[in-house]
C-alpha cells in the first residue's frame, strides 16, 4: 500500500513519524516523491500551519489526479488546540469538501491531534518527574498529566499564549526534569524512539485517555493488517 501523510506540523511530528512508522509499521520504506512509490511505501509532508494545509492538499490532488502512480490513502493530520467542538466538525467537513471537489478517488483518513502533538507525548507517564523542582511544581499543580488526560488539558487563565505553547513547554519542563534533556521542536530526536513510543502506548491500553492518539496507533494497526 502506498500512503500519504499531510501533517500541519512543520517541524517535531514531521520528524518523529518516520521513527514511530519504523516502530509501528516496519514493512514500509519512506520516499520522498511520487515517482518513488512503491508497495508498502509512504511519504510524509507538511502543510505549513492551518489553514494553509487545505491549499496544499489542494495542489496535491491536483497533482495525483494527473499523475499514473497515486497513494492508496491519504492522511490529513493537525491540531485542535482550543478549537471548539462545532469549529472541528467545521474544519473536518472542508476537508471533506476538499476531497469530494477533487473527484480522485482514493481512500483518505481525517485524524486530529487534541490538543496538539506535545499533548501525546505528555502522555508517557515513563517520563513523569518523581521529583519535581519548583517550577515543575507549578505545572503539576495547575494539572497533573500521569492522572489526568494530557488531551484535555487547557492552559491557566492568566498565561498569554496558546494553548498548544502551554503543552510544549511543559513537557519540555517535564523531560528536563525527568531525563535532564532538552526537547525542541526543531530537535526533537529524544521522544522519536521506541520506549518513548512504548510509553505511550501503555497509557491508552491502561487507560480511557488520550482519544486522538488512541485513533492514530488504531489506524496504524488497521494499515499494518491490510
Known amino acids: 500500500m502506498k500512503i500519504y501523510f499531510l501533517l500541519e506540523d512543520q517541524k517535531s511530528f514531521l520528524k518523529v513519524l518516520p521513527s514511530w512508522l519504523k516502530v509501528c509499521l ?11 512509490y512503491d508497495t508498502n511505501s509512504y511519504i510524509a509532508e507538511s502543510g505549513f500551519g492551518y489553514p494553509s494545509i487545505r491549499n496544499v492538499l489542494v495542489s496535491k ?10 497513494p492508496d490513502y491519504i492522511v ?9 467542538e462545532n469549529y472541528q466538525a467545521t474544519v473536518r467537513a472542508r476537508f471533506d469538501n476538499i476531497f469530494i471537489a477533487s473527484g480522485l478517488d482514493v481512500d483518505y483518513k481525517i485524524l486530529p491531534i487534541k490538543r ?4 501525546w507525548l505528555l502522555g508517557n507517564k ?14 503539576e499543580d495547575f494539572y497533573d498529566v500521569s ?22 513547554n511543559y513537557l519540555q519542563c517535564m523531560l528536563k526534569v525527568s531525563i535532564g534533556k532538552k526537547y525542541t521542536k526543531g ?4 521522544v522519536g524512539n521506541s520506549n518513548y513510543l512504548g510509553g505511550m502506548n501503555h497509557r491508552i491500553n491502561s487507560t480511557s485517555d488520550m482519544s486522538s492518539f488512541r485513533e492514530f496507533i488504531n489506524f496504524l494497526y488497521k494499515l499494518k493488517m491490510s
Open 26 to 36: 516496519p514493512e514500509y520504506e519512506q520516499v520522498f516523491s511520487v515517482d518513488d
Open 61 to 70: 490532488l491536483e497533482l495525483f489526479s494527473e499523475s499514473d502512480i497515486r
Open 76 to 84: 490529513i493530520m493537525y491540531d485542535v488546540d482550543d478549537w471548539s
Open 116 to 119: 496538539c502533538f506535545e499533548s
Open 126 to 139: 515513563d517520563v513523569y518527574p518523581e521529583n519535581a523542582d519548583d517550577k515543575f511544581k507549578t505545572y
Open 147 to 168: 492522572k489526568n488526560d494530557p488531551e484535555m488539558m487547557d492552559c491557566p487563565d492568566e498565561y498569554r499564549n496558546s494553548i498548544s505553547i502551554y503543552h510544549y
Open 187 to 190: 530537535n526533537p530526536s529524544i
